[in-house]
């Protein structure tokens, strides 16, 4: 029999990787990678809810996963949407250049 | 006719001519809206039928309002927001009476006596527009109903100004909007929260005046009083009250001609009788509480417009620092809240609306004919233009108070009413008659004296349209200063009511008046008395009817 | 017949309409005969509501008719009403007998005026509104009149506008006027409020319950307002510049009515005066006796004909107000009446020199004009000796009385009384012998005749006949106030030619009236002859009326007589001075005019300094203040706003990695303070 992983493991591990993309999001200026780095925030906020959910019993952070999935997919469709239209124009194009929000 | 005055007696009108007033300027302003603007004398045609007929109904609201009537009259009341206790809420009395058909004179005569020098279309639109507002804050008795009618009048004003103003449009518009619209949002907050509070302490939310004013004590006094005082922002921005007045030497001056008469004429009005509405009748105790400050603030404001004016170089400005003294005057009188000087108030504005819209009109012709407003560049216009320059002198003696003119009996009736609660401000105010005379005197020699330079002998006389416009001004000014009792008689019962809905609800009594005149008339000329009264005679000149029923009145009155 | 008494102002207001309306088709000279009748018509109405009032007796003589209900405003009631007492009827027949003389006067004396039809609207317009303020049975109807007449004269002063001169003493006239009616106004208020009512029976039955503070309040208010229409100090300094107005209009306005309205006013108001504190009346009589006297010494140094007339005037004002508060209201209203008399016909006997000498107002120009101009001058004459104080002439039982009562209030104000008579016959005798007596200065050109003159105009000495050639040398050229008038082409009102001039005797209009007057002014004195009781007829005439404040003298019948030869002697030694000075001696040899007397002792210049300097830069700042720190702030909102915006841009910077520190730093921010806070997930 292996021993039950406790759940402090689980939560590390999503906090390093919730800290990893926050660093890389804030660092690299790729957009692509940018993207990535927001990916990685989410899945690791997945990682916690669930682990969250199988130590309170409670269905209800499962559900939020689902959530935050659908908002993940469509959140990457139409981001990656306005990233390649923005590197077609000019293929050399990092995140700093895009400041078209400027006030 | 007969049937709208048929229809109009009777508590609830059946024909709903208040409603009228408001809805028919602002369907004419959508119907030369959607009139071609290749076809400009369709739209002036379009636009002074609207306007001439609006003007006939106020006048039939005139006829058809009971004299000694203190209640509003011809009330109509829709519920329009239940939940929320909105309803389209219209009424007049004797206070908004002689507003209503000022109103209803000014905008035909300030359509015909000065159009638009371009784009007549959206210029004569905005302008039924701004009837339709004025009309209903004069007539509005719901709170949700004055604010939207009060907001509504800014938005036409601001395009004609910017539109077709001067050369300082865009800054003076811009002001004049962003100024009147940061009071209004207080009074906005201050409007909801009276609601509110109201609604909490009585159980029933509503927005309706009569009904939140006639139960006072709902609020407790110093929530009122600061209540109070964002309705004051607002109105003390409108009217203008030093210190915040500055908007208006600007937005007067950069106005089209017409747009100067309304705003000067009409839409300063709308502070002042937001003041008494809205201050004196829906928060007394506050009222009275702040009266003093109130009346130092009007005072201020005569000799200070009145100094301001002196120096300035420009006519137009010159007239509209003017305006400032004069509603210097007009809140002294209301915040003196005795009898006198509250009819005064409510006289003059009137009085003030026929005087400086005259003054304005003749300013704009000057600059039409010059195409300069710099007292500097006119000169021996008298010489040239002798009728015009009669016809200036007789507004300018208007706006001066010179007795037998409209100005003088409002001017009187205010500095009395607030000698008798106010002393020295009266005392000092009183001062403001000698400035008056000053300035536009000063204005008038620099202008109409002197010999006319080559510039100034082409000035061309005033014409027959032109003086078409101005006689029932001039007729106005004469007749209100000969026989004003029609017009008091009217207005006394309501500020009666106002005065007595004051002192029931706060520490202010009028002061009373030692009335010992008429009763300790001695013997002396006791018999001489009943002798003349019935030979009051035709009087002079056509003035004065019904002797008879005059001497009777008296006899009435103990003689008085 | 009493009932005719709304006729009397009705008549002259009609005129103005009628005149107003059609003047200009009717033209010269029919406009000004309508005007004049109108006015006669009023005198008319008067003489009999005079004869009607003449049938009661005592207290039935106060006539009250009402028109109709004016204001009423709460407790507030006035009516438009006449009251027709002994008083006003006496005012009306003297103001509408002289204005019917001077309108005839007019009539020659415009001839030719571009404008003589407004003229006559004008004067029709100030006869009705000075007859509703002597009509008035209230103090706002007699406050319509008194700013009805400011009004008119404002328009006659500047009645010749093209002129700058003209127009700002019009406006000067307007002005100073109003400062008085401020203190009017204010004791209209607090008359009211002490009385509950502003009609002059309610005053006077009330007043015996007036405070005395109340009742001094009102009568010093009442005073500044008299003081400003009546120019007494410190209010006077419009009347000189008055005279900028065609004579009639001086005559009329500034010697005979506008300016004895603040007269009328204190005597109607005579039972508030009587309860008011003692030293009240005694501040009046100071007033005037102070303002007498100053002015005498002004007209002493006068070169222009009819600016001595106007500080003249002045100093008779004076004399009244003196009347007035020695409680000598009778004596007031006799001399008010005599002056009318002999002061218009002065004015309007200078007038007619003016007329025949070609428009030369300045008597350095005159001289000898005593048979070219006969009438005139013969007339004149009269009218110098009455207001000298030579009996039989009017002028002397008049001011007499006054010195009389003058005395019995304080001896001193007796001594600047009698002084001022004085230098009344003085200067009044120098004008006469300027004017009619000595050598002829007009009948050579100007530069010739009259040197002095000729340099203030700006005519080079020795120019020739009506030419103006070469500037003026020396430290005159330099003067940048020296300027030719000639220069202009258009000569000034009362500047004569340079060449000779052709005297002429006036025409039948103008003087038939001055012959009026003159015979008035001899047997004027006939209202109150200070003899008997029965002689007394002006004193018993206006008992009623003034009872309450009059004086009664307790002077004994030897002193009447010392003070009366003192007087007599004394207005015989003015004139002897001015024999010795100005009849016996040439031109050059005459003492110069000092300065400061010429110029009023720069009163009215220190005044003017005032308001074009200090008072000017007060205006001035306020106006910066108003521009620069209330528009500032309001400004200054807008700036402060866009400010801040363009300073809380800079965070949107369009970096996207930017935003995105920002939202991790906050969400840290978030989640450490609920942590901290203790919340629960």
């Known amino acids: 029999m292996l021993a039950a992983v406790s759940s402090g493991w689980y939560l590390s591990l999503g906090a390093v990787l919730f800290a990893m993309g926050a660093a890389g999001l804030m660092v690299r200026r790729n957009p692509l990678v940018m993207f990535m780095c927001i990916e990685l925030m989410l899945n690791a906020v997945n990682l916690t809810f669930v682990t969250f959910a199988r130590r309170l019993d409670d269905v209800g952070g499962q559900v939020v996963v689902f959530f935050v999935l659908v908002v993940a997919a469509a959140e990457v469709v139409v981001g990656l949407g306005i990233i390649v239209s923005i590197l077609r124009r000019s293929p050399a194009a990092t995140a700093d250049d895009a400041s078209y929000l400027r006030g | ?560 | 017949m009493l009932e005719l008494t709304w006729l009397i102002p009705a008549l002259p207001l009609a005129g103005f309409v009628v005149l107003m309306v059609l003047g200009r088709r009717l033209g010269e000279p029919l406009a000004g005969w309508l005007a004049t009748a109108a006015v006669g018509g009023s005198f008319v109405a008067s003489a009999v509501v005079f004869v009607g009032m003449l049938g009661r007796h005592g207290e039935e003589r106060a006539f009250s008719q009402v028109l109709f209900e004016w204001v009423p405003a709460g407790g507030f009631s006035v009516d438009v009403g006449f009251l027709a007492d002994p008083l006003s009827v006496t005012m009306c027949l003297f103001i509408t007998g002289i204005a019917t003389l001077i309108h005839l006067y007019a009539i020659g004396y415009m001839h030719g005026d571009r404008d003589f039809s407004k003229f006559f609207v004008y004067l029709n317009l100030f006869v009705f509104s000075m007859l509703m303020l002597v009509l008035g049975d209230n103090l706002l109807v007699t406050f319509l009149g008194w700013e009805g007449v400011g009004a008119c004269s404002y328009f006659l002063i500047s009645f010749w506008h093209t002129s700058d001169a003209n127009a700002s003493a019009g406006k000067k006239a307007f002005v100073t006027n109003r400062v008085g009616d401020w203190g009017y106004m204010v004791a209209m208020f607090l008359t009211f409020t002490a009385l509950g009512s502003i009609r002059y029976v309610d005053i006077q039955a009330g007043a015996g319950g007036l405070a005395t503070t109340t009742a001094t309040a009102i009568t010093l208010l009442l005073l500044v307002g008299a003081a400003g229409k009546s120019a007494q100090l410190p209010l006077f300094v419009w009347l000189p510049d008055a005279m900028a107005g065609p004579t009639p209009v001086s005559a009329l306005i500034h010697a005979a009515t506008m300016v004895t309205s603040g007269v009328y006013l204190l005597t109607r108001m005579n039972p508030v005066i009587a309860v008011g504190s003692d030293w009240v009346p005694t501040v009046i009589a100071v007033v005037g006796a102070a303002t007498a006297l100053f002015a005498a010494t002004v007209a002493v140094a006068q070169t222009d004909i009819k600016k001595v007339l106007a500080y003249s005037t002045i100093s008779q004002l004076g004399y009244m107000f003196l009347a007035v508060g020695s409680g000598a209201y009778v004596a007031a209203i006799f001399h008010m009446v005599t002056h009318a008399f002999f002061k218009a016909l002065l004015f309007l006997g200078s007038g007619s020199v003016i007329h025949g000498l070609g428009d030369e107002q300045d008597m350095r120009r005159m001289g000898a004009l005593r048979k070219l101009l006969p009438v005139t001058s013969a007339t004149f004459i009269v009218g110098w000796l009455a207001i000298a104080g030579v009996p039989p002439f009017s002028g002397f039982w008049s001011k007499d009385e006054i010195l009389l009562y003058a005395w019995d209030l304080s001896p001193a104000l007796w001594a600047v009384g009698f002084v001022t008579a004085i230098l009344t016959a003085f200067y009044m005798s120098r004008q006469v012998f300027l004017t009619f007596f000595g050598e002829a200065r007009w009948d050579r050109p100007l530069a010739e005749a009259a040197p002095d003159l000729a340099r203030e105009r700006g005519v080079p000495a020795g120019s020739a006949d009506g030419e103006a050639e070469g500037r003026p040398d020396g430290d005159e050229a330099a003067s940048p106030t020296v300027v030719n008038v000639y220069e202009s082409g258009h000569l000034p009102h009362g500047v004569g030619p340079l060449g000779p001039i052709q005297p002429h005797e006036s025409s039948w209009t103008m003087t038939l009236p001055l012959v009026v007057l003159a015979v008035l002014a001899v047997a004027g004195g006939a209202l109150q002859l200070p003899f008997t009781s029965g002689t007394k007829r002006l004193e018993h005439w206006l008992e009623p009326v003034v009872a309450p404040g009059e004086h009664h003298l307790a002077v004994a019948t030897g002193t009447k007589w010392a003070l009366a030869a003192v007087a007599v002697v004394g207005g015989l030694v003015g004139i002897a001075a001015a024999v010795a000075l100005y009849l016996r001696r040439r031109r050059a040899e005459q003492p110069a005019e000092p300065a400061l007397l010429a110029r009023g002792w720069y009163y009215d210049s220190g005044l003017a300094a005032f308001a074009g300097g200090p008072g000017r830069i007060a205006f001035d700042t306020l106006a910066w203040f108003d521009r620069t720190v209330v528009d500032g702030a309001v400004n200054g909102v807008a700036w402060l706003v866009r400010g801040t915006g363009g300073g809380l841009r800079r965070t949107q910077s369009g970096f996207v990695r930017a935003y995105a520190g920002f939202v991790a730093f906050g969400a840290v921010v978030v989640v450490a303070v609920m942590v901290f806070r203790g919340v629960v997930l």
């Open chain 2, 1 to 560: 006719m007969s049937a709208v005055l048929a229809a109009t007696e009777g508590a609830h009108a059946t024909f709903p001519l208040l409603t009228t007033l408001v809805v028919l300027p602002a369907a004419g302003a959508l119907v030369v809206g959607l009139l071609s603007k290749r076809r400009p004398e369709l739209c002036r045609t379009v636009a002074l039928l609207v306007s001439v007929l609006t003007g006939a109904l106020t006048i039939a609201t005139l006829v058809a309002f009971e004299a000694g009537g203190a209640e509003f009259q011809m009330v109509e009341q829709y519920s329009w927001i239940r939940d929320l206790g909105i309803s389209w809420h219209l009424g007049v009395d004797g206070i908004s009476l002689f507003l209503l058909v000022m109103t209803g004179v000014l905008f035909p005569i300030a359509i015909i006596g000065a159009p638009a020098p371009h784009d007549e279309k959206p210029f004569l639109a905005w302008l039924l527009l701004l009837e339709a507002g004025c009309l209903g804050v004069f007539l509005a008795l719901d709170l949700f109903v004055f604010f939207v009618m009060f907001e509504i009048v800014l938005v036409p004003m601001y395009f004609l100004i910017s539109g077709w103003g001067y050369a300082e449009r865009r800054y003076a518009s811009m002001k004049f909007f962003l100024y009147t619209m940061f009071g209004s949002a207080f009074m906005l907050v201050g409007l909801i929260a009276t609601a509110v509070l109201h609604g909490r302490a009585t159980g029933q939310v509503t927005f309706d005046l009569v009904t939140i004013a006639s139960q006072q004590g709902e609020i407790a006094t110093t929530t009122a009083r600061w209540l109070f005082l964002a309705f004051a922002i607002a109105f003390a921005i409108k009217v203008p009250l030093f210190p915040l007045h500055t908007w208006l030497p600007d937005a007067h001056t950069q106005a089209p001609t017409a747009g100067s008469v309304i705003l000067a004429g009409v839409m300063l009005k709308l502070g002042t009788y937001g003041f008494l509405r809205f201050g004196l009748y829906l928060f007394p105790e506050a009222s009275a509480w702040f009266a003093p400050a109130m009346v130092t603030l009007g005072t201020v404001g005569v000799i200070y417009g009145a100094v301001v004016a002196t120096m300035q170089k420009d006519l137009k400005r010159l007239v509209a620092y003017s305006s400032v003294a004069h509603l210097g005057f007009i809140v002294l009188g209301t915040f003196s809240l005795t009898t006198q000087g509250l009819e005064g108030s409510v006289l003059q504005m009137v009085n003030h609306g026929i005087s400086t819209g005259a003054l304005f009109l003749l300013v704009g012709m000057i600059s039409d004919r010059r195409h300069t407003r710099e007292i500097a560049a006119l000169k021996g216009l008298q010489k040239v233009a002798p009728v015009f320059a009669g016809v200036f002198t007789v507004v300018m003696m208007s706006s001066l108070g010179l007795p037998g003119l409209n100005g003088f009996v409002g001017e009187f009736l205010i500095l009395l009413g607030s000698f008798t609660s106010a002393r020295w401000w009266s005392v000092v105010a009183a001062a403001g008659v000698i400035l008056a005379a000053l300035y536009l005197l000063w204005a008038y020699q620099r202008t109409f004296h002197g010999e006319p330079d080559p510039d100034n002998e082409g000035f061309r006389e005033i014409s027959l349209r032109e003086g078409l416009v101005m006689a029932p001004l001039l007729g106005l000014i004469v007749f209100l200063g000969v026989y004003p009792k029609p017009v008091l008689e009217r207005i006394e019962p309501s500020i009666t009511a106002l005065v007595a809905h004051v002192e029931g609800n706060s520490d202010f009594r009028e002061p009373a008046v030692d009335k010992t005149g008429p009763a300790a008339r001695s013997d002396v000329y006791a018999e001489a008395e009943s002798q003349g009264e019935g030979h009051g005679g035709a009087g002079t000149e056509g003035e004065g009817e019904a002797p008879a029923t005059d001497g009777g009145a008296h006899d009435e009155e103990g003689g008085g």
